[in-house]
């Protein structure tokens, strides 16, 4: 169990990093084969990195991604049987999927056998596979093959000129690139909606409190790291250290203990920095709404979770430690004190991991590539700055609290904190994809829960294992954790009534949209009729109406937060509801498309949208120039241009109605 907590943990790190990185280590090639009876064969044939394998068909559900045929668009063609892998085919048992995987390295063929019904065909299709090397997994990708043409049909002999035709406009094998796309014409109807505006922000960037919050996140998170049995007593031992060699120079001794600091500093941030190289806006925001990194999200902090509950500790070999910690006694200098610092860093690993994880999740799925970086900053200056003031100023040490069962209790308090956490990202995931088993009123009742037996673990009623193995059960807890619990159960108490449909503001941010609910007593939550552009911008042609446009998001924090706190004020409620036509666009709605989209972004590269939310998310970037939620911005429905300028995350409601009043009077004075 140890060593699958640690593998755990390292893959969020691997993880994180890996999303980011614009890798490609399967490359394929597609080709159509003409065979005998009027039949066919897709070929796909992929090229393997050293180190990477692609996975076979048929591994279940419960294994990684399976080779798999898919369809967009078969016209006079028919699919015969199922996709066939051909090639060195290797077996082996794996022990994190519990099964016998079948996968391919160097070189992987897969073959979907076709038959033409018409002398006129088309086919659109593509091969969903999955990769992995020993560290790492790729996302589901995909390898694309089209092609039109004609061909002669035993049973439907043609003339000779269309024979004659159709023999010079097939060749024998027709080879095209995976990745080559040609862009679909588009209707001018549909130019005109997404024809690219000019606007400014009237609404106060997020970037600034967004980032402060996180450094502020980071920040706390160190503290309670700072408290924690394997940092705490740490501390003094660490300041004695430094202490003795200030009577022989303060001076050498104040600087080694500001060195010590900023090593701290150096080594997390550098964590930081590295997945911050990583990563892009684009990436970050597939990556916030990915059911699969979402899910391992939701189960790795459950394993911390279990971890501060005492029920296995996450540990790194000793070895480390060891090997690091002698290498500092063999040198002098910066050198050693930094790696005194790694010896911190890595002694302390069990105590640290959790709080890490949970920072770096909550920061690469923020959608800001900066947030990694500045998160870990904070963490480490947290960390650093007992150690250093301690140092400086060792009278203060004699005034610390001693360790204690207090440090076992904040853990426990934190594995409950993490676990309610991890409900986040499971709902995140599930609202993506339309799974609706974590919807609003199963969201609060886990909650509610948590944070019930949490209040009960803090009155004392509830104890684990290492609460019994700590001292006399019988002792009364102290009042700063009565109060505690009492503070919990009333936030327990607090979430009830939006079982029935009550905001729960505190919560807004965390829980599915209350549209998610099944019984909902409220009437007054505005919503928005239209989750299509342009039957959006059609109906409000038809009722003589401006468009009040929200880019918003499943997975989107501070659009639950606009939502919760500024719509549903009632003079906003009631503009939204009478004065405009609302229509809400999900960026991360992961529904197929009818029929894909070929476009082409700003830098000339053609791509293919495929799921409504890649649609929405095109149409902000492409006619907006921007690709951060909530995004709000009012339209004129005939010209579908910009009426205002636009508006970001901002809880000033004032400034949201002078922002809809605008609208509104530049819209009439146009009319």
């Known amino acids: 169990m140890k060593r699958f907590a640690l593998i755990s943990l390292l893959a969020t790190i691997v993880v994180t990093s890996i999303w980011g990185q614009m890798m490609d280590p399967v490359h394929f090639s597609s080709q159509l084969n003409m065979l005998e009876n009027d039949e066919a064969e897709i070929v796909f044939t992929a090229t393997v990195d050293d180190g990477w394998h692609v996975y076979s068909t048929d591994l279940g559900n419960d294994g990684p991604v399976s080779a798999s045929f898919n369809a967009v668009k078969m016209d006079g063609v028919e699919t015969v049987g199922k996709l066939k892998p051909r090639g060195h085919v290797i077996k082996q048992y794996d022990k994190m999927f519990d099964m016998e995987l079948r996968f391919f390295e160097k070189k992987a063929t897969f073959v979907q056998k076709v038959r033409f019904t018409k002398p006129q065909y088309t086919i659109d299709c593509y091969l969903e596979y999955g990769s992995c090397n020993d560290e790492m997994c790729m996302p589901p990708s995909q390898a694309e093959f089209k092609k039109s043409g004609r061909v002669t049909l035993s049973a439907q002999p043609v003339d000779q000129a269309q024979q004659g035709e159709a023999v010079d406009s097939i060749p024998e094998v027709v080879e095209l690139q995976a990745d080559s796309v040609a862009a679909a014409p588009v209707d001018s109807a549909f130019s005109a909606l997404w024809e690219p505006a000019s ?14 919050y996180i450094l502020l996140m980071g920040f706390v998170g160190g503290l309670l790291a700072v408290l924690m049995p394997c940092i705490w007593p740490i501390i003094p031992m660490t300041v004695s250290f430094f202490l003795k060699r200030a009577k022989t120079d303060k001076k050498k001794g104040i600087r080694d203990a500001i060195t010590y600091g900023l090593s701290i500093i150096v080594i997390y941030l550098g964590m930081g920095l590295l997945v911050t190289a990583f990563f892009g806006s684009d990436t970050l925001n597939a990556m916030s709404t990915n059911a699969v990194f979402n899910v391992f999200l939701f189960l790795l902090l459950v394993i911390f979770a279990l971890s501060f509950f005492g029920w296995f500790e996450i540990k790194l070999p000793g070895s480390w430690a060891d090997k690091v910690d002698s290498k500092a006694s063999e040198t002098s200098g910066l050198l050693s004190i930094f790696l005194m610092a790694f010896t911190l860093v890595l002694v302390s690993f069990s105590c640290t991991a959790p709080i890490i994880g949970l920072l770096l999740v909550e ?90 037996l949490l209040g009960a673990y803090l009155c004392g009623w509830l104890k684990f294992q290492e609460d019994e193995v700590g001292g006399d059960l019988n002792k009364p807890m102290p009042v700063i954790c009565i109060v505690g619990g009492l503070v ?23 829980a599915p949209p209350i549209n998610t609910q099944d019984f909902n007593l409220n009437n007054k939550v505005v919503e928005a009729k239209y989750t299509d552009y342009e039957a959006g911008m059609a109906a409000a042609r038809q009722q003589g109406k401006p468009v009040f446009l929200d880019f918003t998001g499943f997975g989107c924090v501070n659009c639950r937060k606009m939502e919760a706190a500024v719509w549903t ?19 991360d709605d992961k529904t197929p498309l009818a029929e894909p989209m070929e476009v082409t972004d700003d830098q000339g590269n053609t791509k293919t949208l495929r799921t409504v939310g890649a ?30 300028g636009s508006r970001a995350y901002d809880e000033d409601v004032a400034a949201y109605l002078q922002f809809l009043d605008g609208g509104l009077d530049r819209y009439r004075q146009g009319q």
Not at 422 to 449: M, P
Not at 492 to 507: F, T
């Open 569 to 587: 004020d009632p003079r906003v409620a009631d503009k939204l509801t009478n004065d405009y036509i609302l229509i809400s666009l999900f960026v």
């Open 488 to 510: 919990s159960f009333a936030f327990a108490v607090y979430m009830i009534p939006g079982l029935w449909g009550a905001p729960c503001k505190a919560v807004s941010a965390f």
């Open 615 to 644: 649609k929405w998310s095109y149409l902000q970037s492409h006619k907006f120039g921007a690709n951060a939620q909530p995004y709000y911005v009012i339209l004129d429905p005939v010209t579908a241009q910009p009426l205002s």
């Open 199 to 212: 606007l400014q922000n009237d609404g106060a960037n997020e970037t600034p409190s967004s980032l402060f």
């Open 363 to 452: 920061t690469t799925t923020s959608g800001n590539w900066l947030a990694p970086a500045l998160g870990m900053f904070g963490f480490a200056f947290a960390l650093a700055l007992p150690f250093t003031l301690f140092a400086l100023f060792p009278t203060w040490l004699k005034q610390a609290p001693r360790s204690g069962s207090w440090m076992t209790t904040l853990k426990v308090v934190l594995g409950f904190v993490e676990l309610a956490f991890a409900l986040k990202f499971l709902s995140v995931a599930d609202l993506a994809y339309g799974w609706h088993i974590l919807d609003r009123e199963v969201f609060l009742s886990l909650w509610i829960v948590i944070f019930s």
